[in-house]
T-cell receptor, first 111, second 112 residues
Framework: GIQVEQSPPDLILQEGANSTLRCNFS?????LQWFHQNPWGQLINLFY?????KQNGRLSATTVATERYSLLYISSSQTTDSGVYFC?????????????WGAGTKLIIKP | DAGVTQSPTHLIKTRGQHVTLRCSPI?????VSWYQQVLGQGPQFIFQ???????GRGNFPDRFSARQFPNYSSELNVNALLLGDSALYLC???????????FGPGTRLTVL
């Protein structure tokens, strides 16, 4: 089945710094989503981005489907950005209607 | 519009007991998916329901079952609880199961 790899696994930054999180996937996908999981476990939708580039405030994402990767950019980090960032894909083949998840990037923003 | 709701928020059970978790999707969404997330890992797919029919099932034992009601809400049932069933159970709602999925706050289950 499809493999989803996220990097880096952990990231510690000072408030105000910028960061880039990466998601690689091993096969074609129908769609890709980025989520932020806060310390209470709530998964917050960031982007639904099977291809192209989207921006939402300080966050932006780019998916290059032909090269099988997606990038999440966070600019001017704030302490509230801390948490785990997940990439999840819906495989083109053998989906079984499920999202396949990466292991996540744990982001800590220090004041 | 209200988001995805789940109940209860927290639950403590003992081994061998049975548990029922509930989920109400976003209004207008007809598909509900259930995921299990253990500490330190990404969510694992359990089921997807669409129009009251099971449409996808993950690699979980038969102790796990679910159903979807005419109002599109859903229940996840787990029988004969094991210690390893302790996890955060997440419900996701989408228009038809192919589109963007939106998650509820989860039910944190502890099995003692």
């Amino acid at each position: 089945g499809i493999q989803v790899e996220q990097s880096p696994p952990d990231l510690i930054l000072q408030e105000g710094a910028n960061s880039t999180l990466r998601c690689n996937f091993s096969d074609s996908v129908n769609n890709l989503q980025w989520f932020h999981q806060n310390p209470w476990g709530q998964l917050i939708n960031l982007f639904y981005i099977p291809s192209g580039t989207k921006q939402n405030g300080r966050l932006s994402a780019t998916t290059v489907a032909t090269e099988r990767y997606s990038l999440l950019y966070i600019s001017s980090s704030q302490t509230t950005d801390s948490g785990v960032y997940f990439c999840a894909v819906d495989p083109f083949m053998d989906s079984n209607y499920q999202l396949i998840w990466g292991a996540g990037t744990k982001l800590i923003i220090k004041p | 519009d209200a988001g995805v709701t789940q109940s209860p928020t927290h639950l403590i059970k003992t081994r061998g007991q049975h548990v029922t978790l509930r989920c109400s999707p976003i209004s207008g969404h007809k598909s509900v998916s259930w995921y299990q997330q253990v500490l330190g890992q990404g969510p694992q797919f359990i089921f997807q329901y669409y129009e009251k029919e099971e449409r996808g099932r993950g690699n979980f034992p038969d102790r796990f079952s679910a159903r979807q009601f005419p109002n599109y809400s859903s229940e996840l049932n787990v029988n004969a609880l094991l210690l390893g069933d302790s996890a955060l159970y997440l419900c996701a709602s989408s228009l038809d199961g192919y589109n963007e999925q939106f998650f509820g706050p989860g039910t944190r289950l502890t099995v003692l």
